[in-house]
Nanobody
Framework: QVQLVESGGGLVQPGGSLRLSCEASRSIFSIYTMGWYRQAPGKQRELAAVITTGGSTNYADSVKGRFTISRDNVKNTVYLQMNSLKPEDTAVYYC?????????????WGQGTQVTVSS
């Protein structure tokens, strides 16, 4: 089992910044692709950002240029730096760890952290 513990969510005004952290189980973190998903009220969960084991990143068009995902394999932690936040960024943000094995896939989720962007 892989445990994911998220932190950093909260209330922020439009144009502000927030940094989310997700700490994973030790020793096996480096083999997982890590992602940040978000789910707004009444909407489906969507991928906001992803980072591979090799450090390649991809972003949803809605957050490109404003969000930055990074990982620290020594600390077993993935981060999401969010700048120039907009009200439409309001959502529950979930940390995800994925590994495609030879016979099965491994997929783990954090509990989620609330991000609210409002004046």
């Amino acid at each position: 089992q892989v445990q994911l513990v998220e932190s950093g969510g909260g209330l922020v005004q439009p144009g502000g910044s927030l940094r989310l952290s997700c700490e994973a189980s030790r020793s096996i973190f480096s083999i997982y692709t890590m992602g940040w998903y978000r789910q707004a009220p009444g909407k489906q969960r969507e991928l906001a950002a992803v980072i591979t084991t090799g450090g390649s990143t991809n972003y949803a068009d809605s957050v490109k240029g404003r969000f930055t995902i990074s990982r620290d394999n020594v600390k077993n932690t993935v981060y999401l730096q969010m700048n120039s936040l907009k009200p439409e960024d309001t959502a529950v943000y979930y940390c995800n760890a994925f590994y495609g094995g030879s016979l099965r896939n491994y997929d783990y989720w954090g509990q989620g952290t609330q991000v609210t962007v409002s004046s």
